[in-house]
């Protein structure tokens, strides 16, 4: 069995930070979110993995490699543009050749990993099997309805009237049947070959294609909100560990303080990560939150942030809540005299309180 990653597209949901950066490397408690699906596919035994990329193809590189890191072994399969899931598969069939393969899609966190769902595909080998979980709004995903048995008898991508709750979670199973069914697709009404419309064609053609309910966690981590969410998550099984140097602090609960990192003077109330050669000075960083390497905080607060390599918070009284980029420097407003400046049109009226 072999893997496909998919690691394009272009993530405006999680802009700017994606202006100069792959969504997929975007880190969660400082390892981007990319490795945690990697090391789910080598826990499952799969070791050759084709990685799609487009754009940003130089980072996801620089970043994986050839994949030895993970016990994996990368090819790299260039898409020209993100036009749909289906199209990946369609572009990867050379690499995919006559294998049953894993799609997992690279921006995707579940916890628990994939080895249940890789066993029991093998051993009972339908032509497709899909991973559902029951989701609020099902109008933002691809849906499945299943039958009184259980049987998945219709996929509809982001429809308007859902069928049911069940989510299409990011990863896929399929033997090799899957390619007839792509080579037939045309594209759907958003411009993209549809990975359920696929589906769809093997249930319509009689093929087995199976459900694989999931009850624990699962987020596409495309906006800001998830990524804190997913972070937070991650950071609820950290183990304290303090590799670097404090002084005059106080640390609470699960800290990670990162070999080279100094804390200075300040309070940290975990779970907390606080990466290589950053500097924490006359400050309080609070629960849920992960400082990359490099970066600099004084007399300041933060909490429930991802805060990226190389920046710096001086000053600043309270941050929540936030994702903030590489190299950004955040300082007070300077205090300037209230006034109002106007340019008003003839026979204007205004009205001012202050």
Known sequence: MKALVLAGGSGTRLRPITHTQAKQLVPVANKPVLFYGLEAIASAGIKDVGIVVGDTQAEIEAAVGDGS????????????APLGLAHAVLIARDYLADDDFVMYLGDNFIVGGIDGLVERFRAERPSAQIMLTKVPD??????AELDATGRVVGLEEKPREPRSDLAL????LFTPAVHEAVATLKPSGRGELEITDAIQSLIDAGHDVQPA???????????????????????ESLEPRL???????ELIGRVVVEAGASVRGSRIVGPVVIGAGTVITDSYVGPFTSVAKDCRISHSEIEYSILLARSSIDGVHRIEASLIGHDVEVTPAPRTPKAHRLVLGDHSKVQISS
Request: glycine content about 12%; proline content about 2%; hydrophobic content about 40%.
């Open 69 to 80: 890191a993970f016990g994996l072994q990368v090819t790299y399969l260039r898409q020209a």
């Open 243 to 249: 590799d670097g140097d404090v002084e005059d602090s």
């Open 213 to 235: 309910l999931i009850s624990g966690y699962w987020k596409d981590t495309g906006n800001v909100a998830d990524m804190l969410e997913v972070n937070r998550l991650v950071l």
């Open 169 to 172: 979670v990011g990863v896929y």
């Open 138 to 143: 099902p109008r933002q995903f691809g849906v």
